[in-house]
Structure formats: C-alpha cells, structure tokens
C-alpha cells in the first residue's frame, strides 16, 4: 500500500530540499517517485515539517554496559514509569531506560535508527539479545576493537595486513557495524589499574603507543572501506586540558588516505568531554575554539557534542579508568566491568547541577562547539546518552541550537563560570531546521556510510518523521515550542508503516539490525586463524567455536559488504 | 556422533569444553564435565516426568496449558519464579507473563545473590570477566565460597591452576587464601586459610578495609582471627598485581546478608587505590545470572518486580518470592525450571501447597508434587537452544543435540502457548 | 548450623530429586569428631535437629573440617524443615550461623513423600 505525505515542509539536506512544500511517496517499505494517490494511504503534512527519520550515531541502548546502569540505579527507573499499553509494553526511562521503552522513546522522537556506541565482543551476543528487544528502531553496534589483544599485537608487530583481516573477523563474529576505540591503550594497562597519559604515552605490555594503534587502527579501517570511519573516543577524556590531546589527535590522522568517496578518517565522539582547557577542574573553561578551529581547517574530521544536561545521568563508557577517577571525585557508587582481552567499562552516576562551575562550563562547551564549527555536516547532536543526559533532553539540545535566546534563558540560571569561562554568550549563530536535519540524520546517515538512511530520495528507506511545526512561521524566541514539537511526532514512518501517531506508538515492528562484512584475501585470513586458535586457546576462557555470534541473533538483518567483496 | 565445545547447563562456571558423544539419540559419554555435570548429561532422560498431569491425573499438552491459562487468567496475585534452570527465551516469556497478568516476578538470586545485587545498589562493585582471572591473578582469595563442592572445575578452569598470560606458572604463581567457618576442601588446597567466627564478616571485612587505609588497630583477634593474620592477609592484597575475590552463599546468607557484600566491595573499591583488584560472585545456577540480566533489560530490575500496577516495581523483601509466599500473597504459582517446594524453608513452602501451582520441570521434585498442573519440558542445553549467561556475565549460546521425547516442548514453547491462550481468554 | 551445597547434592538431584541418592546426599548432617564423642552418638542412632523454628531428624556423619560445636546440613528438603522464612525484610532467609541442638535419638528419617506430606498439610 502506498502512503503519501502531503503538503508538508521538507528538509532533506542530502537532497538538497531545504524547506520545500513536497509530496512524499513511499511503497513497499522505499521511497518511491510521486505515483498515483488512488487507494494510497494520505497523510496530510500541511503546516508540518517532515524530515527523515533521525539516525542517531551514538548511544548506550544495549549490552553490559548499560544493563549495569539499569541495573544500578533503581532509584533512577521510580523517576520514570511506563505504564504497558495495548499495544506497547511497560517498563522505565530516564537515563538507562529499559529496552522497549528505548525503542518506544526514539521512535517518538522521530528517530528510526540508533547505533550502539560500544560493544564489547565477548558480550556481543549480549548486545544482540537487546538490540532485539528494542523495537521500531533499526540499530547497529560498534565493536571495541582499541584494547583488544589482537589489536595490539598487530600494531606492535606492524602488520596492517593481520589487523585488516582481524578487523573483518571481528566485525563479522560479533555482527558490529564500525570499529570504535575507547581511550586507545589506556583501557589495556588499566588491566593492570594504570592508565595511559598523552598520546605517546606507553601501553605498557606491549611498549606501543595510544597513536600507534589510533593511526594503524584509521589506516586498516579507510582500507578495508568500512562504511564508518573509526569512532574515536579520544584518551584524556575528562581532563581538563585535554583539548591538546584531542586537536593532536586529530592531527596525527590528517596523513591517513580516507576511503574513495568521503574526506573524514575519523569521527571524534562526544567531543565535550575531551574539549577542555585549564589545568584542573577548579579552573577548567572551554577548549572549544581550538577544536572547532581545527576542524573549521581539515576535512577529515567529524565529531559529535556530547551535550551537558543538567539532571542526574548515569555516565557509562568503556573508559575503565577515566570512571575509576569519576567515582573518587564524586564518592558515587562505582561498577568497573572489565572485559578478558578486549575492552573495560565503568559505570557511575552523576549529576550535572546548574550551580556547579565546571558543570555549567561544560554545557557551554558543548553548545560553543556546535555554534564554532562552521560546517554542519562536520558535526552531529548528540548527548552521548546517558553520559551527557538522557536522550529524551534532544529537543532541548535542538532549542538552544536553534535558539539564542533558549540559550541565554538558560545561562541565566547558571553558575558564572559559563559566562566568563567560554564563549558562548558570544554566540549568535542559531541552527536553522536544515541545519537540525543535518546533525540529527542527513550528516550522521552519511558518516556512518548508511546510504540509505538520512534522507528521503528515491530507494531510501520509507523512515519518515513529520513534527507538528510550521518552520516558515515559527521564530527563535518560540523555543518552547520546539521542545515540545520535537519530544513528541505527529507521524513517525518506519519501513512505510506508521509506528508512531500524534506522540503515541501504534505499532511496534521489530527494525532491521545492520552489521559489516568486510572481505579479505584468504591467505591473511587463513595466517589469522592460525593466532587466534591458538591464543584463544591460551587465554580466552571460551573457546573460539563458541564465540561468534550466530544467526538466530538477528532475526531482521542487513548485511553491508567492505574490503574486497564488495 | 561428537559433539564438541558444549556448554554445560549446570552452574555458574558455564563450561563451554564439554565433548558429548552421541549414539541413537543417547548420550553414551561426557568428557571434560565435572562429576556433578556428568550427571547431568547422563542421567538427564533418567526419571523423566511421564506426561503433563493436572491433579495427578495424566493429560494431554492442550489440556495443561488451558488448565494453567485458566489459573493465571483467574489469579489477582500470581507468583512466577523459578528461571535459573533454563534459558534467556523462556525467561523472557515469562517476563511477559507476570506483566500481562499483573502478578509478580521473582528468581532464585533472591536466595542466592540476590544480597550482591542490594549490594551493588548501594556500593557497586569492581568485576571482570573470568579471562582476567586467569591470565593476571596471582592473589585469590576465596570468601565464604567452596568451588570444590559447588564449582567443581572453576579452579581448573579459571582460578587457581589455568597458566595465563601473565601467570606462567599457574598455581605456583597464586598465592590462595580461604576465609571461611570451617576447613572445607577448598581451603585445604589454598597456602592460608583464616578461619572466622560466624556471621563475623562484615567486622572482618571492614578491619581488612582499616588496615588497606592505613588505620591501627587495636585488638587481638577481630572475628576470631587472630590480628597477626588479618595484617598479614591484608599486606598480601596490596603487593599483588591483580587480587580477586571470590564469594559464595557464605556472605550472601549470613546474618549481615547485603551487608557483607556492601563491606567487601568497599574493601576491593579501596584496594584499587593501591593495585588492581576485583571481586566475582560464585553465581549458582546456569543461568541465574541470565535471569537477572534479561529481567533487568525489560523492567529494569533484577528479581523482585511487581506488575501490579501496570508498569515494573521493584522492593526485594517485599516482592521476593519468601516473603510473598510468608505472607500468604500469592493465589497462584507458575514455577520455572526450580524447586521451591524443595529449597524454600518450610513456612514459605507451605503456602505452596494451598494455591494452585502450574510447575514446568523435567523431573519430578518436591514442587511438582505440591502442583495442580505439571508440564514436562526439554533440558535446555542438551534438548532445546537458548542464551545462558555464565556468573561474570558473558553470554554464551546452549546446544541442543537431543530431540527431546515426543509431545515434550521447551519451557519457551509452553510458556508461548500459555501467553497466547492469556491472550486470548482476555477478549 | 551451616547449609551449603556439595558435590553429592549436585550429583543426586540431577538423577532427580526422588532417587535414593538425593534423599542421601541432603537427609544428613555433618558433625565433628569432638561433638560425636561429647553426645556419644552410635552408629545405630540417629540424630534429632532443632533450631528455634523446628526440627527434623536426619542421618548423620562425621567430617573433619568441622570444629565441635559446628554442624554442617546440606542443603534441601530436610534442611528447610528448620530454617525460618522471615528474611528480614532482604527477600534472603539466613541460612548460616544459626544457633541450633542436637541430640541423639531413635526417631526414623523421614523419606521425602512424608515431608511432602507434612508440607502439604499445613503443619
């Protein structure tokens, strides 16, 4: 059955529709040309605006991780009930919501497609047990590859040839979309209950360095043509200062040949956090404009904001020590979860408070980043949730992107620091609606290489959102509005089907989970094979037939074809 | 036909080395399993319930499975416990259950760890998958715990005698103690072994806690240990490289319960200030930890919940199948993979006997002979598939190499057919 | 009184929980030489259990690892005949350090169908 929406207001910046009144057509679950409207299911989009179904490139929806969040906080899930429905089930929210509610929340927001920021591969089939239960959505997720054994094995020995093919492996065994990295080096010698410092700093049992395995890592990912660059979350987060590290960081991955077809080599996550000046956290204000100069002047660089929300979060990240150093700051109760051979996790809460200096900082930074770096489809929304805060905050993210005011309100309420420490109240650049559809779904589509997600060309997915929200009449001061228009669609079109209507899910089909089958010659992976049997044999504690992931995990799934198969 | 690299469905460790030999449709040898897993395998057509039974009487599947949507449909608080024994699906239908009927959902951690979970609430707690055990440890201390009765190959396998990584010469390369009431086997394997006065570890915990600080003091013995080894033990855990502790039922179920865990995480949070250290409940069952996990993923909480209102409640103590069962809460009872009637103290088991109990199980045991409606199901892990997460969290997949006898489900399938007839009856 | 799971248990009642070998490996009580000595426990008596929530009598027999005064009751049907249900508001009955008697005595062990029976009946 064909569905048409009509008359509504279109930004769909691949496209180049930039507020256009448009029809839109969608059958058999694409979109499709404009077609005859005869026994098609009309939408009338008049006075709307319809944008593709937001893609969200990082969050924390699924794994151990977040399950230990969930699992943690009690106290946060009795802030947030949710009621089962006739056609939804009950559950939680708030910052480690449970998983149907997840996929229920995105999709109100317009959201169709979230990728899990970090999978830890032991725990994929984890993830994957999730993931399936987190409907509407489509999703994907990044295995950790920055202090995986192999990983640094390769790099010590300098053989690209072995970490592409161990890249491919992995991205297969534990059906993972991207290679992410997570404090490179740092999390290994955490193992041990240190850390690394800088980027030349040592990985201790492998005498290599947090740059080695970021560069070899970039230049294995750009070869193989993974349709991701690599996720990076840069080492010293959390320090101020640090916006050193994170600009050299950057730098350091200028040399490497990005795969035909896009300039970026790396995106940068949640870059607040690691876009710190000062020496301490009594003196710590923004690095923003650094960050944002540098990525204003090379084009191999995209990053996400990471935005602060003044609430009280869970933060979770795969940065082992960087939570050991948040539970001694705050006294908070701790999870450390450390992963055999591959990867680590911390998880504490945290509340981000309006009278709190470094706090309101903080928010500036990520806002200052936002408004400093020119180019759009460079930088992308996000609140690394639950790190910054829940994601159900994004339409209050949108407000003070989209409105100087919304931001000026705010800063009211704060803690001076934001004031005299960044430059946002400098700012007055606000984010048009074309603007919001890039860093919330055309830009982070295109980054992840999802081709057919982001916008609404013929033989894109049928992932359509339309918000109660007349662009052509509404003005920055209305922010409120936005916050409203954005929480809650009038539609939210999944695969064709309407899932979402006037703010309420209808329907709850499950979405497809998307994952990368990289090829490689057979002589390497063969060469490969031979290591890993016989070091998972030495040092794993499950053996290497039970460790891929199996089919039965994905029931709905997309298989995107790298390196040489494709 | 071989089979190799099975998962065996018995407790925690969750081996995945076992080697099952195969012989028309029988399982004729098990090798790499532990006695208790031997028995398993070997012994898991033996004893059989014969056919699903309501009152005693043998019946068709059909008819069970209307007789149990029929209590449950008509129940104001049903109980559904169990779930340890089986795998992630079933657990997951049953999730479904308690809510759709509004009743409450309860595991067996709520007598196991279901403390270490309080605690981690409270405190939270510095784990690791068991690799790292094995490649770096060379400080084990076992509290309260005894692998060689319960865990039989975790000291093989992961704990004391694996050569790793970074502990080339296995065992010789640990150092062991045991902190325990009595010498139990495992303490007689390990280089110390302190013995503790009962319900005594909270105080020893926290002087251990004292002394990592750097704090005096001044007593003889705390616990009944004497102090000389209680400096020693805590010298001990700041010169190793990577310590871990491993606790059982012995800090879970004595009197401080929560509170014995919360006093040893907090111990392990302060030596991380000093090395690397970690502690690791001995989880029980199979797939304890996978009921905990799923439960956790779809309500947010671990054990304990309550639906009645619509949307997931948490309250351990009060919805915890004991003390739903203490006060006489329950009008109904769907049990999965477990024995209540056979491991929950005589006032608690009691109450069984006055509701209707739908049990699902593969043998008969003390709680199918207290129940109303009995369905036999496959063994998951040798007759069904499914996801068990083993005690340090990592999921693995469970085989099914045996048809289960003719007419005989898994407990996902039954639970399945229980939802749609739930379903059903309500329009 | 301690309880606590053992090999034997785990071997029994994967035969299943009516086999012969599962009522052995939980209708006892493991004691110390020192207390078998003290209460003069022969071979052909058996033992009565009693904590302040009830008693039942079981088998016994002797471990070394235990010190006088400690018992050790594997845990099951026999053991939940003495523990208490209230759990303190922690869904988790204490199982361990409990305060419990002994006393040699000629009553018979009860098979397990009288326990259930016993359950079944309320008392």
Same mark, same amino acid.
């Given at each position: 059955?064909?569905?048409?929406?009509?008359?509504?207001?279109?930004?769909?910046?691949?496209?180049?529709?930039? *507020?256009?009144?448009?029809?839109?057509?969608?059958?058999?679950?694409?979109?499709?040309?404009?077609?005859?409207?005869?026994?098609?299911?009309?939408?009338?989009?008049?006075?709307?605006?319809?944008?593709?179904?937001?893609?969200?490139?990082?969050?924390?929806?699924?794994?151990?991780?977040?399950?230990?969040?969930?699992?943690?906080?009690?106290?946060?899930?009795?802030?947030?009930?949710?009621?089962?429905? $006739?056609?939804?089930?009950?559950?939680?929210?708030?910052?480690?919501?449970?998983?149907?509610?997840?996929?229920?929340?995105?999709?109100?927001?317009?959201?169709?497609?979230?990728?899990?920021?970090?999978?830890?591969?032991?725990?994929?089939?984890?993830?994957?047990?999730?993931?399936?239960?987190?409907?509407?959505?489509?999703?994907?997720?990044?295995?950790?590859?920055?202090?995986?054994?192999?990983?640094?094995?390769?790099?010590?020995?300098?053989?690209?040839?072995?970490?592409?093919?161990?890249?491919?492996?992995?991205?297969?065994?534990?059906? @993972?979309?991207?290679?992410?990295?997570?404090?490179?080096?740092?999390?290994?010698?955490?193992?041990?209950?240190?850390?690394?410092?800088?980027?030349?700093?040592?990985?201790?049992?492998?005498?290599?360095?947090?740059?080695?395995?970021?560069?070899?890592?970039?230049?294995?990912?750009?070869?193989?043509?993974?349709?991701?660059?690599?996720?990076?979350?840069?080492?010293?987060?959390?320090?101020?200062?640090?916006?050193?590290?994170?600009?050299?960081?950057?730098?350091?991955?200028?040399?490497?040949?990005?795969?035909?077809?896009?300039?970026?080599?790396?995106?940068?996550?949640?870059?607040?956090?690691?876009? !710190?000046?000062?020496?301490?956290?009594?003196?710590?204000?923004?690095?923003?404009?650094?960050?944002?100069?540098?990525?204003?002047?090379?084009?191999?660089?995209?990053?996400?904001?990471?935005?602060?929300?003044?609430?009280?979060?869970?933060?979770?990240?795969?940065?082992?020590?960087?939570?050991?150093?948040?539970?001694?700051?705050?006294?908070?109760?701790?999870?450390?979860?450390?992963?055999?051979?591959?990867?680590?996790? @911390?998880?504490?809460?945290?509340?981000?408070?309006?009278?709190?200096?470094?706090?309101?900082?903080?928010?500036?930074?990520?806002?200052?980043?936002?408004?400093? #770096?020119?180019?759009?489809?460079?930088?992308?929304?996000?609140?690394? &949730?639950?790190?910054?805060?829940?994601?159900?905050?994004?339409?209050?993210?949108?407000?003070?992107?989209?409105?100087?005011?919304?931001?000026?309100?705010?800063?009211?309420?704060?803690?001076?620091?934001?004031? $005299?420490?960044?430059?946002?109240?400098?700012?007055?650049?606000?984010?048009?609606?074309?603007?919001?559809?890039?860093?919330?779904?055309?830009?982070?589509?295109?980054?992840?290489?999802?081709?057919?997600?982001?916008?609404?060309?013929?033989?894109?997915?049928?992932?359509?959102?339309?918000?109660?929200?007349?662009?052509?009449?509404?003005?920055?001061?209305?922010?409120?509005?936005?916050?409203?228009?954005?929480?809650?669609?009038?539609?939210?079109?999944?695969?064709?089907?309407?899932?979402?209507?006037?703010?309420?899910?209808?329907?709850?089909?499950?979405?497809?989970? &998307?994952?990368?089958?990289?090829?490689?010659?057979?002589?390497?992976?063969?060469? !490969?094979?031979?290591?890993?049997?016989?070091?998972?044999?030495?040092?794993?504690?499950?053996?290497?037939?039970?460790?891929?992931?199996?089919?039965?995990?994905?029931?709905?799934?997309?298989?995107?074809?790298?390196?040489?198969?494709? | 036909?071989?089979?190799?690299?099975?998962?065996?469905?018995?407790?925690?460790?969750?081996?995945?080395?076992?080697?099952?030999?195969?012989?028309?449709?029988?399982?004729?040898?098990?090798?790499?399993?532990?006695?208790?897993?031997?028995?398993?395998?070997?012994?898991?057509?033996?004893?059989?319930?014969?056919?699903?039974?309501?009152?005693?009487?043998?019946?068709?599947?059909?008819?069970?499975?209307?007789?149990? #949507?029929?209590?449950?449909?008509?129940?104001?608080?049903?109980?559904?416990?169990?779930?340890?024994?089986?795998?992630?699906?079933?657990?997951?239908?049953?999730?479904?259950?308690?809510?759709?009927?509004?009743?409450?959902?309860?595991?067996?951690?709520?007598?196991?760890?279901?403390?270490?979970?309080?605690?981690?609430?409270?405190?939270?707690?510095?784990?690791?998958?068991?690799?790292?055990?094995?490649?770096?440890?060379?400080?084990?201390?076992?509290?309260?715990?005894?692998?060689?009765?319960?865990?039989?190959?975790?000291?093989?396998?992961?704990?004391?005698?694996?050569?790793?990584?970074?502990?080339?010469?296995?065992? $010789?390369?640990?150092?062991?103690?045991?902190?325990?009431?009595?010498?139990?086997?495992?303490?007689?394997?390990?280089?110390?072994?302190?013995?503790?006065?009962?319900?005594?570890?909270?105080?020893?915990?926290?002087?251990?806690?004292?002394?990592?600080?750097?704090?005096?003091?001044?007593?003889?013995?705390?616990? @009944?240990?004497?102090?000389?080894?209680?400096?020693?033990?805590?010298?001990?855990?700041?010169?190793?490289?990577?310590?871990?502790?491993?606790?059982?039922?012995?800090?879970?179920?004595?009197?401080?319960?929560?509170?014995?865990?919360?006093?040893?995480?907090?111990?392990?949070?302060?030596?991380?200030?000093?090395?690397?250290?970690?502690?690791?409940?001995?989880?029980?069952?199979?797939?304890?930890?996978?009921?905990?996990?799923?439960?956790?993923?779809?309500?947010?909480?671990?054990?304990?919940?309550?639906?009645?209102?619509?949307?997931?409640?948490?309250?351990?103590?009060?919805?915890?199948?004991?003390?739903?069962?203490?006060?006489?809460?329950?009008?109904?009872?769907?049990?999965?993979?477990?024995?209540?009637?056979?491991?929950?103290?005589?006032?608690?088991?009691?109450?069984?006997?006055?509701?209707?109990?739908?049990?699902?199980?593969?043998?008969?045991?003390?709680?199918?002979?207290?129940?109303?409606?009995?369905?036999?199901?496959?063994?998951?892990?040798?007759?069904?598939?499914?996801?068990?997460?083993?005690?340090?969290? #990592?999921?693995?997949?469970?085989?099914?190499?045996?048809?289960?006898?003719?007419?005989?489900?898994?407990?996902?399938?039954?639970?399945?057919?229980?939802?749609?007839?739930?379903?059903?009856?309500?329009? | 009184?301690?309880?606590?799971?053992?090999?034997?248990? *785990?071997?029994?009642?994967?035969?299943?929980?009516?086999?012969?070998?599962?009522?052995?490996?939980?209708?006892?009580?493991?004691?110390?030489?020192?207390?078998?000595?003290?209460?003069?426990?022969?071979? +052909?008596?058996? !033992?009565?259990?009693?904590?302040?929530?009830?008693?039942?009598?079981?088998?016994?027999?002797?471990?070394?690892?235990?010190?006088?005064?400690?018992?050790?009751?594997?845990?099951?049907?026999?053991?939940?005949?003495?523990?208490?249900?209230? +759990?303190?508001?922690?869904?988790?009955?204490?199982?361990?350090?409990?305060?419990?008697?002994?006393?040699?005595?000629?009553?018979?062990?009860?098979?397990?169908?009288?326990?259930?029976?016993?359950?079944?009946?309320?008392?």
């Amino acid at each position: 059955m064909t569905l048409v929406i009509k008359n509504g207001y279109v930004y769909d910046p691949l496209k180049g529709i930039n *507020g256009e009144q448009k029809d839109i057509f969608i059958k058999e679950g694409k979109i499709v040309e404009e077609t005859s409207e005869k026994d098609a299911k009309i939408i009338d989009a008049e006075g709307k605006t319809v944008m593709p179904g937001g893609v969200d490139l990082h969050s924390h929806i699924a794994g151990s991780k977040i399950n230990i969040g969930r699992l943690l906080r009690p106290e946060d899930h009795r802030k947030d009930v949710v009621k089962r429905g $006739k056609n939804t089930r009950g559950g939680v929210g708030y910052s480690c919501p449970s998983t149907f509610i997840t996929g229920y929340r995105y999709a109100e927001m317009g959201y169709t497609s979230v990728m899990e920021a970090a999978m830890p591969p032991i725990g994929a089939r984890h993830v994957h047990e999730e993931l399936n239960d987190t409907p509407i959505i489509d999703k994907a997720a990044f295995t950790l590859f920055g202090n995986n054994y192999f990983t640094l094995k390769y790099v010590k020995e300098g053989d690209i040839e072995k970490l592409k093919a161990f890249i491919a492996w992995l991205l297969k065994a534990t059906r @993972g979309y991207a290679v992410k990295i997570v404090n490179a080096g740092g999390v290994e010698n955490w193992k041990w209950g240190h850390n690394v410092s800088g980027l030349d700093g040592k990985v201790e049992d492998y005498d290599i360095t947090p740059r080695q395995i970021i560069k070899m890592l970039a230049q294995a990912n750009e070869e193989l043509g993974l349709p991701h660059t690599i996720h990076l979350h840069c080492n010293n987060l959390g320090m101020p200062g640090n916006y050193k590290i994170t600009r050299e960081t950057m730098d350091t991955l200028k040399e490497i040949k990005p795969k035909k077809g896009r300039s970026a080599t790396v995106h940068v996550v949640h870059c607040q956090f690691n876009a !710190l000046a000062g020496d301490n956290w009594m003196n710590v204000k923004s690095g923003a404009p650094y960050i944002a100069k540098y990525v204003n002047n090379h084009d191999h660089v995209t990053l996400d904001l990471g935005q602060v929300i003044f609430t009280d979060t869970t933060t979770m990240t795969g940065d082992g020590p960087w939570q050991f150093a948040l539970w001694n700051m705050t006294g908070n109760k701790w999870v450390n979860s450390d992963v055999e051979m591959e990867a680590g996790a @911390g998880v504490v809460p945290y509340t981000f408070k309006k009278n709190n200096p470094a706090n309101s900082v903080q928010w500036g930074i990520g806002l200052e980043l936002a408004l400093s #770096v020119k180019d759009p489809w460079k930088i992308y929304m996000t609140t690394d &949730h639950p790190n910054g805060g829940p994601f159900i905050y994004y339409p209050q993210v949108i407000a003070w992107l989209m409105s100087r005011q919304a931001r000026t309100d705010t800063m009211r309420e704060l803690n001076r620091a934001c004031l $005299k420490r960044t430059g946002l109240s400098n700012l007055y650049r606000e984010y048009s609606f074309n603007d919001i559809a890039i860093v919330t779904r055309a830009g982070t589509a295109k980054a992840l290489g999802l081709t057919e997600k982001g916008h609404l060309g013929v033989g894109a997915d049928g992932d359509v959102a339309i918000y109660d929200i007349d662009p052509t009449s509404w003005r920055p001061s209305q922010y409120d509005k936005l916050i409203k228009t954005f929480a809650k669609t009038s539609y939210t079109i999944k695969n064709g089907e309407i899932v979402v209507k006037d703010g309420e899910v209808v329907s709850a089909p499950m979405g497809t989970t &998307h994952w990368v089958d990289a090829k490689m010659p057979q002589e390497i992976e063969e060469e !490969l094979m031979k290591d890993l049997e016989r070091d998972f044999k030495q040092y794993y504690t499950v053996s290497l037939k039970n460790y891929p992931v199996e089919d039965e995990y994905l029931p709905i799934q997309k298989i995107h074809k790298a390196g040489g198969g494709q | 036909m071989q089979y190799t690299d099975i998962v065996c469905p018995f407790c925690g460790c969750l081996c995945d080395d076992l080697e099952v030999t195969i012989k028309d449709g029988h399982i004729e040898s098990v090798k790499n399993a532990c006695t208790i897993s031997q028995s398993k395998f070997m012994n898991h057509h033996e004893n059989r319930i014969n056919a699903p039974s309501i009152n005693g009487k043998e019946t068709e599947l059909e008819k069970t499975v209307e007789k149990a #949507v029929e209590i449950l449909a008509s129940a104001r608080r049903p109980l559904i416990y169990g779930l340890s024994s089986t795998e992630c699906g079933a657990i997951s239908k049953a999730v479904e259950i308690a809510e759709f009927t509004g009743g409450v959902l309860d595991n067996t951690s709520s007598v196991c760890h279901g403390p270490t979970i309080l605690a981690l609430q409270q405190v939270g707690e510095s784990k690791t998958t068991l690799g790292e055990v094995k490649n770096r440890a060379d400080l084990v201390v076992f509290w309260g715990s005894n692998p060689t009765e319960a865990h039989l190959r975790h000291i093989v396998r992961y704990s004391v005698t694996p050569k790793g990584m970074y502990v080339q010469e296995g065992k $010789k390369d640990r150092k062991i103690f045991v902190v325990d009431v009595r010498e139990t086997r495992t303490a007689k394997m390990a280089d110390k072994f302190l013995k503790i006065d009962h319900n005594k570890d909270f105080e020893l915990l926290l002087a251990l806690r004292a002394l990592i600080r750097g704090e005096e003091l001044k007593a003889s013995q705390i616990a @009944g240990v004497p102090i000389k080894e209680i400096k020693t033990l805590a010298e001990e855990m700041m010169k190793a490289k990577f310590g871990v502790v491993f606790f059982g039922l012995g800090l879970t179920q004595s009197d401080g319960r929560h509170m014995n865990i919360d006093a040893a995480v907090g111990l392990v949070s302060e030596l991380n200030r000093k090395t690397k250290f970690v502690l690791t409940p001995m989880r029980g069952h199979y797939n304890v930890a996978g009921a905990n996990t799923v439960t956790t993923w779809q309500t947010g909480y671990p054990y304990a919940v309550d639906f009645s209102t619509g949307y997931p409640r948490y309250n351990p103590g009060e919805f915890t199948a004991i003390d739903v069962l203490n006060r006489g809460e329950a009008d109904a009872a769907l049990i999965i993979a477990s024995d209540p009637g056979a491991t929950f103290p005589k006032d608690a088991a009691k109450h069984l006997a006055q509701i209707p109990v739908i049990t699902l199980d593969q043998k008969t045991t003390p709680t199918t002979m207290l129940s109303e409606v009995v369905i036999p199901v496959a063994t998951a892990g040798i007759e069904a598939e499914g996801t068990a997460y083993r005690m340090d969290g #990592v999921p693995l997949k469970l085989s099914k190499f045996i048809d289960a006898r003719e007419g005989v489900c898994s407990d996902r399938e039954v639970l399945d057919m229980i939802i749609a007839g739930l379903k059903e009856a309500k329009q | 009184m301690i309880s606590g799971r053992t090999a034997k248990q *785990g071997i029994g009642l994967e035969i299943g929980k009516l086999s012969k070998s599962y009522a052995e490996s939980v209708n006892h009580v493991q004691l110390s030489t020192d207390d078998v000595k003290e209460l003069a426990l022969e071979k +052909t008596h058996n !033992l009565r259990i009693s904590t302040e929530h009830g008693s039942v009598t079981v088998n016994w027999i002797i471990d070394k690892g235990l010190s006088a005064g400690m018992v050790f009751f594997p845990y099951g049907p026999w053991a939940n005949q003495v523990f208490s249900s209230n +759990t303190d508001s922690t869904g988790m009955p204490i199982m361990k350090g409990i305060p419990a008697t002994i006393i040699p005595t000629d009553d018979k062990v009860q098979e397990l169908n009288e326990i259930i029976e016993k359950i079944r009946s309320g008392a």
